[in-house]
């Protein structure tokens, strides 16, 4: 008899893991968030439903694909329990599932996490404060009132309560490049908003116009690095943050910083493709009497600068302000997008125009 030879069966790979996530958003940047997932891992990506600031989605994979994630303030792991009180999170088994969930977190940044913070209704109730200090004793880490390294929300949900763990010890916004920080610094999901609705292509030049610390720059660098980018800033303390900020994102020979006055660049006509800033309104930085005379100095200059068809997205709080300046320039500069965001209790717009041929 013929010697047959079994048929070859590849072993079968282990399943990929699959999570419940939930990401905290800027309100106004949901669709930003839901693209980027979509965009980076395809049909691995399951959404549910959603509000104002939060992206409910599954997802298989490994929790640490997920903090790349530009556009998203936060990451959760978020673990579902079907308990009528918060005293059974104290259970063998439903202990077990979180001490495994903060064990996730806490392996993704060994040596990063030394506190532990629940935030919770009824957060100091006898139950909760001995549940937490259970699992911060469980994890060696100290109990936090205020700040903590690793963050659990519990809340109710529709078939008990739901517990989240944040994956990181610091929000994603904190970004790790930004190592000197200015008052009223830019949150850098918000500049990568900006950076998005710019589409930046590699042959094109950038101008970030008062550029602080660097963060739209930055952002902007981090989507598409051009074929020249340029921030400038009257405030030498700024140029110097921006340097160091850049250094530190390896983006030192990307860019020039440069002492000019947004109101009058040494620059040829038509020589941008793109423009961005984050327009100074009156609190932390200017006032509304200095802005009514700046905002119409730097968007005619960028209207110099600007080659036909080049884009420009600027963000200020001094909406009306704005608009006024955006009608008085209509010949020259076309509104293409205006995006409202909540962001530190506050309610910017971000404002993409085209230069119009003249």
């Known amino acids: 008899m013929p010697h047959r ?84 999170l104290l259970g063998n088994q439903q202990f077990g599932m979180v001490a495994h969930a903060a064990d996730l977190a806490l392996g993704l940044a060994p040596g990063a996490y030394a506190t532990l913070r629940l935030s919770a209704a009824g957060e100091n109730s006898a139950v ?79 101008l970030n116009i008062a550029c602080g610390s660097g963060t739209i720059l930055i952002e902007l660098l981090l989507l598409c690095q051009t074929k020249q980018a340029i921030g400038c800033d009257t405030d030498p303390a700024a140029i110097e943050c921006a340097r160091r900020n850049l250094a530190a994102a390896g983006l030192a020979r990307a860019a020039r910083l440069e002492p000019w006055d947004a109101g009058a660049l040494p620059m040829a006509d038509a020589s941008v493709d793109i423009i961005a800033a984050d327009l100074p309104f009156g609190q932390l930085v200017g006032s509304h009497r200095e802005n009514q005379e700046l905002y119409p100095r730097l968007v005619a200059e960028a209207a110099r600068v600007a080659r036909p068809g080049a884009r420009m997205a600027l963000l200020t709080h001094e909406v009306r302000l704005l608009e006024q300046v955006a009608a008085r320039f209509a010949a020259q500069w076309g509104v293409r997008e205006v995006l409202r965001v909540r962001s530190g209790g506050m309610a910017p717009r971000i404002v993409l125009l085209e230069r119009l041929a003249s």
């Open 5 to 88: 030879t079994p048929p070859y069966r590849r072993p079968e790979r282990p399943a990929a893991p699959r999570h419940e996530c939930e990401a905290d958003v800027l309100e106004g940047l949901e669709d930003f968030a839901r693209d980027e997932l979509s965009a980076r891992f395809g049909n691995r990506v399951r959404f549910g439903a959603d509000r104002p600031g939060a992206l409910r989605f599954g997802f298989v994979g490994e929790p640490r694909e997920l903090l790349v994630l530009r556009s998203v303030v936060a990451v959760y792991l978020v673990l579902e329990f079907d308990i009528p009180r918060p005293k059974a």
């Open 128 to 206: 909760l404060t001995r549940f937490k200090q259970q699992l911060a004793d469980r994890c060696g880490l100290a109990v936090a009132e205020a700040e903590g390294d690793l963050l659990l929300r519990l809340r109710r949900a529709e078939a008990g309560w739901e517990l989240l763990v944040r994956l990181t010890p610091r929000p994603l916004a904190t970004r790790a490049w930004r190592v000197c920080n200015l008052p009223g610094s830019l949150n850098a999901t918000l500049a990568h908003a900006m950076a998005v609705l710019l589409e930046p292509a590699r042959h094109e030049s950038a």
